[in-house]
């Protein structure tokens, strides 16, 4: 193989630098990234070729959500249902870290 | 003792190209006996088992496997990720898209430079339009693309043609990969290193498109180990977070331990657990109690780990050394002493490079 050996995945938080988030785009996973949830670890995990990010509870509600139906406004709507104090900025930032390092995707509609 | 995250599946060493710079081992002819279909299901169950999320399956040539697709299927099956690292020769229509049927998640494509010539000289046969055939088969099939070039002297002039190649393409992930020196790379490192004036302007190019691709194209920068300041957190440290198991069975902390004086573990002897939690292969780098000064005391020793331990056995003949790499090693002198050589002005690039051979024959018979 190249001598480059694949990148160690290290596992990362969601990084700070995010993309700017409408609230009328669907956002879903990118085709190369897959949600998993790890039953012995009890953690969700994003997985792509060279990265591995460990989600918090919150983390894996939104990506739950993120099939390319819910707009975000229905996104951050339903986990105000769910939890009491989901602010507004916080699911956005959220998916504008994730955008930004090409996680995920956002259908614009 | 963490699990590990990711297994490299090295299926086969074999490999239709012979590119000067490949990692693999100097005597290929040792690896000719192949895990079966089912050892390598064997232990992909037990690297699931062990807590690994992401298969990256590579040689060689992963492809020149027949039952490429079934391994495929079968990690899919047990969840893991699925990476392909191929030089896409043999990656025809059918093929992808049993693949794909398979449920791989990703293919990287390596290409050796966006010049044809040039790409099918340094990968020693001609490949550069089945490659490009491939990788918008890839695209058209639905994945990701990751389009990666390993840099040397000999191409590392071309990054800004490699990137407009890569845009062309589509692709959505180039990956930039400056030389590291393993196998045969370590064989051909005179005549590969690059200059300092090189890298330079390379790394401009690099910055500029980043900043034109921002959002269309993701860039990875994979850094001149020989330049740096510090040395890589390889492996993201021995026996932490990866494993390697070669093509006949053979378990590493890191695809070019093969090249340490190290007892060996292999999975026709134990299970994958027992070797990653007791081996003294696996043990012997772990954690921070092996380090020699000046990693002992520093303060980096949790975020690069000393290093690369097969680095230091290549350049100072000892692994558990400090990397030579790092400004603060004793042994510094000897990699300064090369990057001193690779800028000398009368050093015109020419330097020979010993091609791998293809199917692991051995050099001389007998
Ligand atoms: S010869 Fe080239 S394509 Fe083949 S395994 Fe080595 S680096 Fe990869
Ligand atoms: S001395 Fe050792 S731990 Fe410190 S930076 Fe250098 S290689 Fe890393």
Redesign the interface.
């Known amino acids: 193989?190249?001598?480059?050996?694949?990148?160690?995945?290290?596992?990362r938080t969601v990084g700070e630098r995010g993309?700017a988030v409408e609230s009328s785009s669907r956002p879903k996973p990118?085709?190369?990234i897959?949600l998993?949830f790890?039953s012995?670890?009890e953690q969700h995990?994003l997985?792509?070729?060279?990265s591995?990010v460990v989600l918090n509870h919150t983390g894996a509600d939104i990506l739950a959500l993120c099939d390319g139906h819910h707009t975000v406004a229905e996104i951050v709507a339903t986990l105000r249902e769910r939890y009491d104090r989901v602010a507004d900025d916080e699911v956005r930032h959220f998916l504008g870290r994730l955008t930004a390092k090409?996680y995920v995707v956002m259908d614009d509609g | 003792m963490d699990s590990p995250f990711g297994l490299l599946a090295e299926l086969t060493y074999r490999c239709p190209l012979s590119c000067p710079y490949c990692s693999n081992p100097l005597n290929l002819g040792d690896y000719h006996d192949e895990l079966t279909t089912a050892q390598w299901q064997r232990v992909l169950a037990e690297a699931q088992e062990l807590g690994v999320w992401q298969l990256h399956l590579s040689g060689g040539e992963p492809l020149l496997r027949r039952d490429l697709a079934e391994l495929v299927a079968c990690a899919r099956e047990l969840g893991l990720y699925t990476n392909l690292i191929t030089s896409a020769l043999g990656l025809s229509q059918r093929r992808a898209e049993q693949l794909r049927a398979a449920g791989l998640d990703h293919v990287q494509i390596s290409i050796q430079s966006d010049e044809p010539a040039l790409s099918d000289r340094i990968a020693g046969t001609p490949s550069f339009h089945s490659k490009i055939e491939a990788a918008r088969i890839v695209k058209e099939l639905g994945w990701t693309l990751t389009v990666n070039v390993v840099l040397h002297r000999r191409n590392i002039d071309r990054v800004a043609g490699v990137l407009d190649l890569a845009e062309e393409l589509a692709a959505d992930r180039v990956e930039l990969a400056n030389t590291q020196y393993y196998g045969w790379a370590w064989r051909n490192r005179d005549a590969l290193l690059p200059s300092r004036a090189q890298l330079e302007r390379a790394e401009a190019v690099v910055r500029a498109a980043r900043e034109r691709l921002k959002g269309r194209m993701e860039i990875l920068y994979v850094l001149p180990d020989y330049y740096s300041r510090y040395p890589k957190p390889c492996m993201g440290g021995w026996g932490k977070r990866q494993l390697t198991v070669t093509p006949n069975g053979d378990v590493l902390p890191c695809p070019a331990a093969h090249a340490l004086p190290l007892p060996r573990a292999s999975v026709h002897e134990d299970p994958l657990a027992r070797i990653w939690a007791d081996s003294p292969l696996f043990r012997c780098f772990r954690g921070t109690d092996w380090m020699p000064e000046p990693c002992r005391s520093c303060e980096r020793r949790e975020i690069d780990f000393g290093g690369c331990r097969c680095q230091a056995f290549l350049l100072t003949g000892d692994a558990a050394r400090t990397d030579p790499v790092c400004h603060l090693s004793p042994d510094h002198d000897i990699v300064a002493e090369r990057v001193r050589a690779a800028n000398e002005e009368t050093k015109t690039g020419a330097g020979v490079l010993t091609p791998r051979p293809h199917h692991g024959r051995r050099l001389s018979p007998g």
Not at chain 1, 1 to 11: D, L, N, V, W
Not at chain 1, 47 to 50: A, D, N, Q, V
């Open positions: 193989m190249p001598s480059t050996r694949p990148t160690p995945s290290e596992k993309a990118a085709p190369h897959r998993r790890d012995a670890r995990v997985l792509g070729p060279e591995v090409r």
